[in-house]
């Protein structure tokens, strides 16, 4: 780290936080022109945020202090996150070695206060929701290490700004096939992690069908604010990781690194909206062999590295 | 050291004033609590001065000493040890009346006695003599409540597997002092260090003794069992000390062997995973909070047979960097389990203590009737899911890189950076599992009516808070923490260490620290612009949303065996359930694969092999002299033989 203010990571981080809640409105808005609708306006999620915030709260008799403190610590952890990733391509502001560990133990974080949140209400749908929402995590967080683990053996790197930087540039060439299984590893591993098709449906009407919908169903005006904010930070996250792996950016101008990325994330919410278009959601059975399937990608980048 | 002496005499004094004043409960109580706190203080408090100031460890031929590696044991046993033995009057207070309770506390302080003999000891016989003590005290307190007879079953079970584990150290010391010709570790040293032991007989031996007593699959058959019959404290104790003396073992094995082959790495690493997935996975199965509880123990020992086998590896491939960073992550996770599963036992203590029941599904909404209690379980839970900003993350962390680490090596080491996916699942279904315990247990609404009252008053609850302030002190400052542990496992390492390694790590511990600030500040900030935003507002109370269903109960909450269900149907017989599926019903029982398919066999063999020897039995005189009579003429001949 240098000592003068880091102006691109800053500029990056304060753009990516603005743009996200456009993403979730990029993929509907893809989803309903393939599926012949006009759909929603692309910028619907901020007006939903802002009436939401405006809004009152009713809480549950049930509920304790940690129902309250679920949204709240959820937002915090993803917004802390989302400045170990070096989204300017190069540089993050809090990077260290083995960051990606605090990157997943910091989403971690939010997952369990969210599932602890859904278990306060004492609903069997929200308690339903919550153990959906660990199975799959249980799943996806292997398939994510191990595609960390590609990008380690990749470059040399313990650092995510060092994984996704300089070094990767070079790496390309030689492991190039290592590094496109490990992009499609972490594509799939978004899916999941964003609560989107073929892993759940964020559209469904009904409770017993849903995931991570069903975990919020109690949660009003702020709180649900809190809740809708945060997951769209967190899919622009994985998306600046799925990005960061296809076009690393490091050796470009910061100004034109940081545009690639605005660029790259509207590609990935379009194809987010295109896969939700040409398939169904997996039966919930069928969703640890997709992620493991994940992983078994990640796992075939690891013996090309490793032979 | 003599400082040490005189804490273990106060807690000696303190344990036998416990016994003998039994008729006067609140004086025992009293003199017990604060005598074993203060023996404890005062012995730990020698322990920290030694990993502070930096002592070299001279040569000393006394049967007993302290060195960094012993200090930093010390000061867990001590340190957890103070905690539980206030926690235990006030935990074994409702018992006087049908039990002897100052037997139970004399107990408790002959086995921390015990525990601090085995890390001090530089003698084998020292050491095994200390070793055996430990055994025995801590096999009479887990039958503690002995007329129920799960809880002898689980007492031999114990007693079993704990000989076991000490034949094998026998086997293992007899192995080395043959070519060392003396019982002191220093000739020991010096005996390896001439290539005059047989080194793979002793790595093996003591991984077999060691590991059965830390737990390590196959060898944890005797801890669920063991740590579900004892009362809370003595659970916490052996779960959150007991266990770590087979992990102390393993080290010192080590720094008196010198350089491991690299087989012996590989084998611990591998182990370890084992232990890590399959331990959080049957853990997950358990309905009964305290074999819930033991079950994450041996995941925990995984965790740390994962930084030590790199620890191991990076020793042999002589990787000084990779070596710090595995012994370093596994003495950090060692303390860091020792303070977050003693603290979740207390709680589990005091909560079965105010709900009459050890069965989670039985329970609900736990919070309302012990609030504190439930707050220091919440904190004990993040932290040994292992996430930021407290304890466990940081020692994940620093095994995280141990493992990543690995694959900047080059060669075949580069392999072991696979393990950290199994650690990332280890991860993720430990947090499975502690949204289950937490959020059935403490959150929701009551299951069943609530029978017990008892456990919310401050002897209860004060050392789980203690335990929890150490927890969030080490996640928010872990830089202070980090440059002991590392100079423990420079003394471990047969290899001179470059300058500045450990000094580098601990200035990235300084990052971990600025990201749990930066979280907390966040929390702090995102909370004021949510009060600032509902101040305004209006905030009602309703009902939890039932789909306009009206008569919801809580019997209809998601129970912990579903909320499991998934997950466990997802890994088929691994999964450590049996099904059984009847005309109206669906049971499904917590089983443990390895003492079901090998535990029982195996015991089962040797019972009726040992009733088959009864023939020789025959409780005739003749017969007896017979045998005497052959016994002699054949050690004649034997003599005969070997004479020059």
């Known amino acids: 780290m240098t000592n003068s203010i880091p102006v691109f990571p800053l500029l990056a981080l304060v753009i990516v936080l603005g743009l996200a809640p456009m993403l979730p409105g990029i993929a509907n808005r893809t989803k309903s022109l393939l599926t012949g609708r006009r759909g929603a306006p692309v910028l619907q999620l901020y007006w939903d945020l802002a009436k939401l915030w405006r809004k009152g709260v009713v809480y549950s008799r049930t509920t304790t202090l940690v129902f309250r403190l679920g949204p709240i610590v959820l937002l915090a952890a993803t917004l802390v996150a989302s400045t170990l990733l070096p989204l300017d391509g190069a540089t993050a502001l809090l990077g260290f070695p083995g960051d990606l560990v605090a990157f997943a133990g910091l989403l971690g974080l939010g997952r369990f206060l969210l599932v602890l949140a859904a278990m306060d209400t004492g609903s069997s749908f929200e308690g339903m929701g919550a153990s959906r929402e660990v199975t799959i995590a249980a799943f996806a967080e292997p398939a994510l290490f191990l595609c960390f683990t590609v990008l380690v053996l990749a470059t040399g790197q313990m650092e995510l700004a060092g994984m996704f930087g300089v070094p990767l540039v070079t790496a390309w060439p030689l492991a190039a096939p290592s590094l496109v299984l490990a992009a499609i590893g972490l594509f799939i591993v978004t899916l999941a992690e964003t609560c989107r098709v073929p892993v759940d449906d964020p559209l469904t009407h009904l409770e017993l069908t849903m995931i991570h919908e069903v975990m919020v169903l109690d949660h009003s005006g702020p709180d649900l604010a809190l809740i809708l904010y945060a997951g769209a930070v967190k899919m622009a996250l994985f998306g600046c990781l799925v990005i960061g792996v296809v076009a690393p950016r490091a050796h470009q101008p910061r100004a034109l690194a940081v545009a690639e990325l605005v660029l790259g994330l509207a590609l990935i919410a379009v194809a987010v909206g295109v896969v939700e278009s040409v398939m169904a959601r997996l039966r919930m059975n069928r969703v640890p062999q997709l992620l493991v399937a994940a992983s078994a990608l990640a796992g075939f980048a690891l013996i090309l590295l490793l032979r | ?644």
């Open chain 2, 1 to 644: 050291m003599s400082l040490l002496g005189a804490g273990l005499g106060s807690m000696l004094l303190a344990g036998i004033l416990a016994r003998v004043l039994e008729r006067r409960s609140d004086l025992a109580d009293r003199v017990y609590r604060w005598g074993m706190i203060a023996g404890c203080v005062v012995g730990a408090t020698s322990a920290a001065r030694l990993l502070a100031t930096d002592v070299p460890a001279g040569r000393s031929t006394a049967a007993y000493g302290l060195d960094a590696l012993s200090a930093w044991f010390v000061l867990i046993i001590l340190g957890v040890g103070a905690n539980i033995a206030g926690y235990g009057t006030g935990y074994l207070g409702r018992e006087r009346p049908s039990r002897r309770v100052g037997s139970a506390h004399l107990l408790l302080a002959v086995l921390l006695i015990a525990l601090v003999g085995v890390v001090t000891a530089r003698t084998i016989v020292a050491f095994l003599a200390a070793w055996e003590v430990m055994a025995i005290a801590a096999w009479l307190l887990v039958i503690f409540d002995r007329d129920r007879a799960e809880v002898r079953q689980a007492g031999l079970v114990y007693l079993v597997l704990t000989h076991l584990s000490t034949i094998a150290l026998f086997g293992m010391f007899a192995a080395w002092s043959g070519g060392a010709g003396s019982s002191s570790f220093a000739d020991l040293t010096a005996a390896a260090a001439e290539h005059r032991v047989p080194v793979a007989l002793i790595l093996g031996l003591g991984l077999v003794g060691f590991g059965i007593k830390a737990g390590v699959v196959p060898g944890h058959i005797w801890l669920p069992g063991a740590h579900a019959a004892a009362p809370s404290h003595i659970s916490a104790l052996l779960s959150g000390v007991m266990l770590k003396v087979g992990i102390y073992g393993l080290l010192r094995m080590l720094s008196l062997l010198g350089t491991p082959p690299a087989w012996w790495g590989w084998t611990v690493l591998i182990l370890g995973l084992v232990s890590a997935v399959l331990g959080v996975l049957w853990a997950l199965a358990q309905h009964d909070l305290k074999r819930l509880l033991a079950y994450h123990s041996v995941e925990n020992i995984g965790i740390i047979l994962l930084g030590l086998g790199v620890g191991a590896l990076g020793v042999s491939h002589h990787h000084p960097a990779l070596a710090l960073l595995g012994f370093t992550g596994a003495l950090l996770h060692t303390l860091n389990h020792s303070l977050f599963k003693s603290l979740l036992f207390l709680g589990a203590g005091a909560l079965i203590h105010a709900a009459g029941t050890r069965e989670i599904d039985r329970l609900g909404g736990v919070a309302r009737v012990v609030p504190r209690t439930a707050w220091a379980f919440f904190i004990g839970s993040i932290a040994i899911v292992g996430l930021p900003p407290l304890n466990g993350f940081v020692s994940e962390w620093v095994v995280f890189r141990a493992l990543l680490d690995t694959g900047g090596t080059g060669g075949t080491l580069r392999v072991a950076s696979v393990t950290a996916a199994g650690l990332a699942l280890t991860g993720a279904l430990a947090l499975a599992c502690f949204s289950k315990v937490h959020g059935v247990l403490f959150l929701g609404s009551p299951r069943s009516p609530v029978s017990g009252v008892y456990g919310g008053d401050n002897g209860l609850v004060a050392p789980q808070l203690v335990l929890a302030g150490f927890c969030i002190a080490i996640g928010l400052l872990p830089f202070l923490v980090i440059p002991a542990a590392a100079r423990v496992a420079i003394g471990v390492m047969p290899d001179s260490v470059p300058l500045g390694l450990a000094d580098a790590l601990t200035g990235t511990a300084t990052m971990v620290s600025l990201v749990a600030l930066v979280l907390l500040v966040l929390v702090g900030i995102v909370w004021g612009l949510r009060a600032a935003s509902v101040a305004s507002r209006q905030v009602r109370a309703g009902t939890t949303w039932g789909c306009a269903y009206p008569a919801v109960t809580g019997r209809m909450q998601h129970t912990a065996s579903s909320y499991a269900a998934s997950l466990i149907g997802a890994f088929g017989p691994l999964s450590g359930t049996n099904r059984v599926d009847g005309p109206l019903t669906l049971e499904v029982h917590a089983v443990d694969p390895v003492f079901d398919s090998i535990g029982r066999p195996v015991w089962t063999w040797l019972r009726r092999t040992a009733v088959g020897l009864r023939r020789f039995q025959s409780s005739r005189i003749f017969w007896y002299l017979l045998y005497v009579i052959t016994a002699l003429v054949g050690l004649l001949l034997y003599l005969w033989r070997v004479a020059p």
